[in-house]
């Protein structure tokens, strides 16, 4: 069975940063793309970044390149999204999300998410 808990959000102040984490079970996480999407009070799902199995390639959504990492420990079965430079825009729920075969763009699983707020 396909587990994928998410931690480490919280409350932070602009420009801050915060690091979460997902800890992967029940599928062979290194063979697996990965994702990290959001979803904003009253906005629909956004896909913040995704990583390939092997972490040799990675994907960022414009509102967010250049201030957040996504990477991945194979070993651990851990999926990570440092996150800097936060901005107020950056309030959402944090799901990390386990792509469906070999796809880019579909997703079969995902967490109960993990809360970011960032305010003042």
């Known amino acids: 069975q396909v587990q994928l808990v998410e931690s480490g959000g919280g409350l932070v102040q602009p420009g801050g940063s915060l690091r979460l984490s997902c800890a992967a079970s029940?599928?062979?996480?290194?063979?697996?793309?990965m994702s990290w999407v959001r979803q904003a009070p009253g906005k629909g799902l956004e896909k913040v970044a995704s990583i390939y199995s092997a972490g040799t390639n990675t994907y960022y959504a414009d509102s967010v390149k250049g201030r957040f990492t996504i990477s991945r420990d194979n070993a651990k079965n851990k999926l990570y999204l440092q996150m800097n430079s936060l901005k107020s825009e950056d309030t959402a729920v944090y799901y990390c999300a386990k792509h469906r075969g070999s796809s880019w763009y579909e997703y079969d699983s995902w967490g109960l998410g993990t809360q970011v707020t960032v305010s003042s």
């Open positions: 029940g599928f062979t996480f290194s063979s697996t793309y």
